[in-house]
Each structure stands twice: as structure tokens, then as C-alpha cells.
């Protein structure tokens, strides 16, 4: 072989090596920036790209639906390079066009959280299963009630949002709705839901929404919540018209704040999800895509634990000990 050849096979051994080496770049675009849940979801992504060896790219939508925003956070990141993309959709239908076009350039997308519309428009959703987190504190909420007669009011997030069907229908169906599965699209409606309202997730909106149920029906003995901030409106509610000792208030998430609810009665229970994990593992699965082209396909869950204080029989439980050495936020 000739000092040429030489020289030719040095050169390619090299950029083969400089592009082996080259750390794999990950996006990672949350619907906003200060919400505790997508917080600790950026911690997890963090730690796992530095122990991957992977950069890591963040951005985020200015508010909840700012679709435009994650729309260019998507372009930039590919133009950045990034070989995997990890979003929480602000709009599922509306992100749909950015993330073929990243797809199409050979970009794995991750959905985290909350599916994209249709959820195979991702290669992948890292999610809780919301169905499943609902069903839970519906089967709680069944057992604490005794066989005591149940007047049901529900407060849902927004119209036409899978997490908050999912959520809603678990419920009813882990209370014992017939006819109620994972595979159903809408909001269900049960004989003991008296009141059904939108709480946008929000402690402010989600005390009005429960102002509004008592006064169509002030024997409400269940409450529902899509979440912690709007399970904590509904006690607020509840405690102005002094009726916070007779309801019993079931919800999801698992914050800190939630959990220390839970501990403090004003949350019957609530199901833990796992923002940190969900990063994590999707992370772990960017990287194995960049390094060696095999993609995650469909979906994986993230796990979900029913926290608790006061144990159902046969509805398995933590308690808020095993709750806040897993919590997230303040």
C-alpha cells in the first residue's frame, strides 16, 4: 500500500472517528417554562443527557396553546441538528404539520405527556396513562364511599383534550360506569354526575367551576379534579360554603403541593405521575437512535402510583411519605 492509499484510509478512519464522537443533540420542548411539571421534566431530560454524553437542547411555548412558538422551536432545532425531538404538544393538531416536516429530515419526535392528534403522527409517546391514573382514584373513591349513595361533580380540563378524556373516563369507570374503556373518545356521562364543569386545570377557575356545581346541586358529595390546583379550588369552594368535611375530593398529578393536600385531608388521594422518569427514558431512547438508527416506536408508560393516607381495601396505595420522596415542584 502506497503513502497515498495511506493517507486516504487515515483521513476517513479520522471523520469516521470525529463522527462517532460527536455528542448527539436532543431537543426537549415543553408547553411552558414555569409550570412545576415541565420543570422537573427538563431536570429529568438534563440528567440524562449528561449522563448519555448528549447536548441537549430546551424551548418552550410562552403560555398553554402557544402553538407558534413550539412551531418554531421545532425548526430551529433541526436546524441546530438535532437527531431526536421530545415535545409536550401545546395544540395536538395543529403541531402536526412541523413535526412531519422534522420527521421527514430524518428526526425521531417523541411525544411527552400529552399525544399529538393523531398520536402516530410522533414515532413515540412517553405518557402516563391517564386513563389508567383516573380509574385508580375513581376505584378509591368508590371504596371510601362505602356503598353511600354518590352525587358526582366532575371538574374537567378543556373541551376536546385526550388527557382530560382520558382522566375524566377513568374515573367513571374505576367508580363503576358500565360501558367506559380507554379506546372511548369523549367525555362519558354517568347517572351519579350530577355537575359537569371546565376547570382548565386552574385553582382560580377550578373554585369557580365549583361554586357553579353547588349551586345546581349543593348535595355534591364527590369531587372529581383534573388536577391538584383545581382540586385546591374545589376545597376552597367547598370550604366557603362550609361543606368541606362532607366531600370527598379525588384528583391527579402529584406535586408537592398536591401531596402535602393529601397529607393535610383536604385531597382524598391523588395519582402520582412521573415527569422526571418520562424525560429520562425518552432521552435514553434519543440518544440509542442517533447512535445506532433503531427508533421507539408507540407507546410507553411512564407509570402512575394512587397516594394516600387513608388505605381502601382493595385499591392498592402509597402513602404520602413514599408521595413526597417522589413529588415534583415546591
Not at 81 to 110: E, F, H, W, Y
Not at 145 to 169: Q, S, Y
Not at 295 to 317: F, N, P, R, W
Request: aromatic share 4%.
Amino acid at each position: 500500500m502506497n503513502a497515498k492509499h495511506c493517507l486516504v484510509l487515515a483521513l476517513i478512519a479520522s471523520a469516521t472517528g470525529t463522527a462517532l464522537a460527536a455528542e448527539p443533540i436532543v431537543g426537549l420542548i415543553t408547553k411552558t417554562e414555569t409550570n412545576p411539571f415541565f420543570v422537573k421534566m427538563k431536570e429529568g431530560a438534563q440528567r440524562a443527557s449528561k449522563l448519555q454524553g448528549a447536548k441537549l437542547l430546551t424551548a418552550a411555548g410562552k403560555a398553554d396553546g402557544d402553538n407558534a412558538g413550539q412551531v418554531t422551536a421545532i425548526e430551529n432545532m433541526i436546524s441546530a441538528g438535532a437527531k431526536a425531538i421530545l415535545i409536550t404538544p401545546n395544540d395536538s393538531k395543529a403541531i402536526v404539520p412541523a413535526i412531519k416536516k422534522a420527521r421527514d429530515q430524518g428526526v425521531m419526535v417523541i411525544a411527552l405527556d400529552s399525544p399529538a392528534d393523531p398520536q402516530d403522527a410522533t414515532d413515540a409517546l412517553f405518557a402516563t396513562d391517564n386513563f389508567r391514573a383516573g380509574q385508580l382514584i375513581g376505584q378509591y373513591a368508590k371504596a371510601a364511599m362505602g356503598g353511600k349513595p354518590a352525587k358526582i361533580a366532575t371538574l374537567d380540563l378543556f373541551p376536546g383534550h385526550p388527557v382530560g378524556i382520558a382522566r375524566h373516563n377513568g374515573f367513571l369507570a374505576g367508580f363503576g360506569a358500565a360501558g367506559i374503556t380507554a379506546k372511548t373518545m369523549e367525555l362519558s356521562k354517568a347517572a351519579d354526575v350530577v355537575c359537569m364543569a371546565d376547570s382548565f386545570g386552574d385553582q382560580g377557575k377550578g373554585q369557580t367551576a365549583m361554586e357553579n356545581c353547588l349551586q345546581k346541586n349543593p348535595d355534591i358529595n364527590v369531587v372529581y379534579t383534573i388536577n391538584e390546583p383545581a382540586a385546591a379550588g374545589a376545597y376552597k369552594a367547598l370550604k366557603a360554603a362550609g361543606k368541606e368535611k362532607n366531600v370527598l375530593i379525588v384528583s391527579v398529578d402529584g406535586g408537592c403541593e398536591g401531596v402535602r393536600n393529601v397529607k393535610a385531608g383536604i385531597i382524598a388521594a391523588t395519582s402520582q405521575q412521573y415527569p422526571l422518569k418520562m424525560a429520562g427514558l425518552a432521552v435514553d431512547a434519543s440518544v440509542t437512535y442517533a447512535k445506532t438508527g433503531k427508533k421507539t416506536a408507540g407507546y410507553v408508560d411512564t407509570g402512575v402510583t394512587l397516594i394516600t393516607d387513608k388505605k381502601q381495601a382493595g385499591v392498592e396505595s402509597q402513602d404520602t411519605t413514599f408521595g413526597l420522596g417522589a413529588c415534583w415542584g415546591k
